[in-house]
Structure formats: C-alpha cells, structure tokens
C-alpha cells in the first residue's frame, strides 16, 4: 500500500523483553533488550541513551522525569529519563509483578502476597504488607487507594 512508509527502525542483537514506553512528554521511547540494556529513542530513531540495567521483563513505569523498572533479579532501579543516569535502586525480597505511583509511593505487588511501598523520589523503604499467599499480577490506583489484583483473581482495594 502506498499510504505506508517506513521512516527508521531501529536494530540491536537481542531481543525486547517488555513492552516499550511512550513518553509524550519529552518525545522518547524506551526499549528494554534481552542483553540488560535500556534504551532511549526520540520519535526520530535517533538513540539519546543507553543503560545496563539487568533484564527487565516487565513494563517500565514513567512518573515525572523518573522511569522506573523490575529487573529479574528482583531489583527496582529508577533513572532519570531524560539521562539515564541512576536516580536510587531497591533490591526486593520477593518477584515483582506489577508497580504503580499513588500518593508519591511507589506500590510493587510481589509473589505470595506482599505489597512493598518506597518513596518514589529517593527509594526509602516506607514499608510493606501482606495481604495474601497468591501472587500480585496487578497493581492500579483507584481514587487514591490500592486496587490489588490476584492471579488467582480476587482484588482488594487497599486504602494508601
């Protein structure tokens, strides 16, 4: 069809282990490959940067000039997104599944129940919980709570 054209594509030696992120904002997209890197593209193809991180194979979380990811080594890293540069990093007890931002807390659901809450701006532990022996698959805000969903799909909503 002619109404389609490619214009770049960008080419690395590994594989994509979690969905790309679209940042409007600043006009990126970060890529995480199966080698451990993170990479960061403007609209154009044109590579701003690029980090080790580990192998993340979840979905990268953007929070203001924060991105912030779960390798599979259990640890959470934040780097800035204009930079990549390490902004803190949190090693985790448990797998994480799911993350998201409520009331400036970074909320991780992990395996066997637990939800750890850190500080999204510096990564201070703020605490955690238990709610159950089934693992977080997910993790939204409803209304300034927890909206916690299970693989074994029950959901709790959690005041934050």
């Not at 192998?55 to 997104?81: A, Q, W, Y």
Request: proline fraction near 1%.
């Amino acid at each position: 069809d002619k109404n389609y054209e490619i214009l770049w594509k960008f080419e690395n030696d590994g594989s994509i282990k979690a969905n790309p992120v679209l940042d409007e904002e600043i006009m990126a997209i970060y890529i995480c490959l199966s080698d451990g890197k993170i990479c960061a593209l403007d609209f154009r193809g044109k590579l701003l940067w690029e980090k080790f991180c580990g192998r993340v194979n979840k979905t990268p979380l953007i929070h203001g000039d924060k991105i912030i990811m779960i390798s599979e080594d259990n640890l959470l890293f934040c780097l800035n997104k204009n930079y990549g540069n390490l902004k803190w990093f949190f090693t985790l007890k448990n797998s994480a599944f799911d993350m998201g931002v409520i009331l400036d807390k970074l909320v991780v659901g992990c395996a066997q129940g637990y939800i750890i809450l850190l500080d999204v701006f510096n990564g201070r532990a703020l605490g955690g919980f238990k709610i159950s022996d089934e693992n977080i698959r997910e993790i939204r805000e409803y209304n300034n709570k927890i909206l916690a969903g299970f693989e074994n799909g029950k959901y709790y909503l959690i005041r934050a």
